[in-house]
């Protein structure tokens, strides 16, 4: 029903920024809240972000707070993560998704894009 695609990763150093993108596909886009996700190798999928359908509100992981924005652009269908002040920690696939609200909790996600890489070298 939704169709998701995760662009603008790729390699940085530490202390550099990338703008992530999600082209979302699909007539009920601006009903859908969407997150941010990201796994690392051997690693648990980890919450980044999450922005709710009118893009009014907005929730962030501890570890990104205050380097990292989420954003919507409803006449594009596209929703961005800005991430600034990168550590090589912050090095996984980006992944985005969407449901109906908000939330912390992979599982609660209907849609997912397939992922963009982001390696940030110290």
């Known amino acids: 029903q939704v169709q998701l695609a995760e662009s603008g990763g790729g390699l940085v150093q530490a202390g550099g920024s990338l703008r992530l993108s999600c082209a979302a596909s699909g007539r009920t886009f601006r009903s859908y809240a969407m997150g941010w996700f990201r796994q690392a190798p051997g690693k648990e999928r980890e919450f980044v972000a999450a922005?709710?359908?009118?893009?009014?509100?907005?929730d962030y992981a501890d570890s990104v707070k205050g380097r990292f924005t989420i954003s919507r652009d409803v006449a594009k269908n596209t929703v961005h993560l800005q991430m600034n002040m990168l550590k090589p920690e912050d090095t996984a696939v980006y992944l985005c998704?969407?449901?109906?609200?908000?939330?912390?909790?992979?599982?609660?996600?209907?849609?997912w894009g397939r992922g963009t890489q982001v390696t940030v070298s110290s």
């Open positions: 998704a969407a449901r109906p609200t908000p939330s912390r909790q992979s599982t609660l996600y209907a849609f």
């Open positions: 922005i709710s359908w009118s893009g009014d509100n907005t």
